[in-house]
């Protein structure tokens, strides 16, 4: 059984969690300034824009950081878990787990690419895989 909570879907995010359910990585781009934004949120950070489109991500990622997860252990997971944050070549950052890659492998600056998997609630989610790869 898994205690990781549900998502909380809001007007805010629900337009990217929608195109994730479609495959497809959304950021979030501030009309005004242009500035990249992630994760989506109401108002731009940096000139408080509430006006904004999205711009759709090639799915490449390069590795910035990672960790690996021994505890605290939840059923929606296999441990240890890599976790790694990733820069987008669009210019905004993604946190996802690490899915099919040795963990002895991972290093900054390693070319990944960003898919998606079902999670514990059955919510599309990314995920960070080696690119041309599906995840194990
Ligand atoms: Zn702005």
């Known amino acids: 059984m898994t205690t990781v909570p549900r998502l909380t879907i809001t007007q805010d995010n629900e337009f990217w969690f929608e195109a994730a359910r479609e495959g497809r990585l959304l950021i979030q781009r501030c009309a005004d300034c242009g500035h990249l934004r992630h994760p989506p949120g109401p108002a731009c ?25 021994h505890h605290p252990k939840d059923d929606a997971f296999t441990y240890p878990l890599a976790v790694g944050l990733v820069d987008l070549p669009e210019g905004a950052r993604l946190v996802a787990d690490i899915a099919g890659v040795d963990h002895d492998q991972l290093h900054i600056g390693m070319e990944l690419e960003v898919g998606f998997a079902e999670h514990a609630h059955g919510e599309t989610l990314p995920q960070l895989r080696l690119p041309g790869t599906e995840a194990r």
């Open 45 to 69: 950070p940096q000139c408080r824009s509430f006006e904004w489109d999205t711009v759709e991500a090639s799915r490449q990622a390069r590795l910035h950081s990672w960790t690996v997860l």
